[in-house]
């Protein structure tokens, strides 16, 4: 019978023969896959891995600092590298989703190579790649998803690396990889946190991005999900974001009529992305964030809850 102790015995076991006293370079993305495959090898071989963070300015608000920590006091051995310069000015006044994602993708393995150059004698580069990520990259080889986006998680890093691949979760399920996690007293915050792609509010703010548009939308973003921690909603949601839409609309404010931005917010329930339904959140709820939404936000003058599921509506708009 599979349990969580018996694969991380096992799994460190394996992990320490494989390895020895090889040094090992793994990408953080502060996400669940990636945070337990590090826990593991940090288990297996210590400070022979090196761990690397990259802040690529499309995170949520205050992201790349509280995780950084957060890792940090898990022990692992991390360099928190904040490249978002980098990304923005790549990314300034492009539009194109399919592009963006492109200039993501491709910025984010300079950076990584940069740093992984810098961990001398490195042999191995470990990935959080889970089973699914396997069935869909397949899939995605000759299925729709792969001509209607392109996804970056699985592979992606270029040939002239040249290091062994290590990947302790690649036969486990999203919800295996959380127990796992559980058992090695990993923190609740990382284990049950949402997914979040890769290329972050970059493909969440329609259109060209600006630092003016990620900071806005890191507000939104924030004061979203924050409630909904706060009103125990959560963890009943799958996943949840705000997008920041290429629409102004009008406002009245006093006598005057301003000219601002929309946002729309977004909750599913899905079990693997593949399909998802939008969520019934409570009228209170969506009124109270909505108001704070308009009331803190500079610049946001309206505020819509999208209620399309998928098919055919993708989970992110762009
Ligand atoms: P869609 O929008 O295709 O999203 O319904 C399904 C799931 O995949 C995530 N997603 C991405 N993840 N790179 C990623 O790492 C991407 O380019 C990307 N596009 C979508 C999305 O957040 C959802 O969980």
Known sequence: ??????????????????????????GLSGGVDSSVAAMLLHKAIGNQLHCIFVNNGLLRKNEFETVLHQYEGMGLNVKGVDASARFLDALAGESDPEKKRKIIGRVFIEVFDDEAHQVENAKWLAQGTIYPDRIES??????????????????????FM????????????????????ASMGMPASILGRHPFPGPGLGIRILGDITPEKVSILQEVDAIFIDGLKKWGLYDKVWQAGAMLLPVQSVGVMGDE??????????????????????????YEFLQKTSNDIINRVKGVNRVVYDISSKPPATIEWE
Not at 1 to 26: H, M, R
Not at 139 to 158: C, E, F, R
Not at 162 to 178: G, H
């Open 162 to 181: 040249k290091m062994e691949i290590v990947e302790p979760l690649k036969l486990l399920f999203k919800d295996e990889v959380r127990r796992v996690g």
């Open 138 to 159: 397949v899939s995605a080889s000759g299925g729709p998803s792969a001509t209607i986006k392109s996804h970056h998680n699985v592979g992606g890093l270029p040939d």
């Open 257 to 282: 009529r301003t000219y601002e931005r929309c946002v729309t917010l977004r909750a599913v329930e899905s079990t693997d992305g593949m399909t998802a339904d939008w969520v019934n959140l409570p």
């Open 1 to 26: 019978d599979w349990t969580p102790d018996a694969f991380v015995e096992t799994t460190v076991q394996e992990l320490k023969n494989k390895i020895g006293s090889d040094k090992v370079i793994l």
